[in-house]
């Protein structure tokens, strides 16, 4: 069964306090695993798609980066409209598009 | 730029009511599909469609039941609310890049 697993639950960070997130995952086949960011009464935003072990992508102060059993999402000099819970999903072949999603990080960044 | 709209945003039902969750999109996706999100847990998924006329049961299917008469329309209907669908939902519809995009969720409490 697949399974995906996200540590750690919360993050508190100061302004400017750099720090990563993980994803663990279990997975017959992975076509995509996926990185979303949810503010609270919000549905998830998405945010980066990572198709193959060595993979990285950046968007302003965040870099996701994969290997074959992990994902991490890397948070740079964040600031507090960084904070949010981040899920991460993975997505097996011929799934029709299907995600298994994990649990989240929430993480709070202080002035 | 509406994306992917849901009605209502909130609602309380009683034990045995039965209620449909509205879910409309604007970008002429093919995929949609159902989650709810409950607290702690991941994002499950409930049902999905791969296009008109096309549905199928995802994780958490019992209780609930789709259609997908036109692209635009993916509505959950829920037969004889019980407390265990108590919860947050969300309807989601897949582009080209195969990430997501959520509404803004649905709300719902079972007394």
């Known amino acids: 069964e697949d399974q995906v697993t996200q540590s750690p639950e919360a993050l508190r960070l100061q302004e400017g306090e750099s720090s990563s997130l993980n994803c663990s995952y279990t997975v017959s086949g992975l076509r995509g695993l996926f990185w979303y960011r949810q503010d609270p009464g919000k549905g998830p935003e998405f945010l980066f798609t990572l198709y193959s072990a060595g993979e990285e992508k950046e968007k302003e102060r965040l870099k996701a980066t994969l290997t074959k059993k992990e994902s991490f999402l890397h948070i740079t000099a964040p600031k507090p409209e960084d904070s949010a819970t981040y899920l991460c999903a993975v997505q097996r072949p011929d799934s029709w598009g299907k995600l298994q999603f994990g649990a989240g990080t929430q993480v709070v960044v202080t002035p | 730029n509406a994306g992917v709209t849901q009605t209502p945003k909130f609602r309380i039902l009683k034990i045995g009511q039965s209620m449909t969750l509205q879910c409309t999109q604007d970008m002429n996706h093919n995929y949609m599909y159902w989650y709810r999100q409950d607290p702690g847990m991941g994002l499950k998924l409930i049902y999905y469609?791969?296009?008109?006329?096309?549905?199928d049961k995802g994780e958490v299917p019992n209780g609930y039941n789709v259609s997908r008469s036109t692209t635009e329309d993916f509505p959950l209907r829920l037969e004889l609310a019980a407390p265990s669908q108590t919860s947050v939902y969300f309807c989601?519809?897949?582009?080209?890049?195969?990430?997501?995009?959520f509404g803004s969720g649905t709300r719902l409490t079972v007394v």
């Open positions: 469609s791969v296009g008109a006329g096309i549905t």
């Open positions: 989601a519809s897949r582009g080209d890049n195969y990430g997501y995009t």
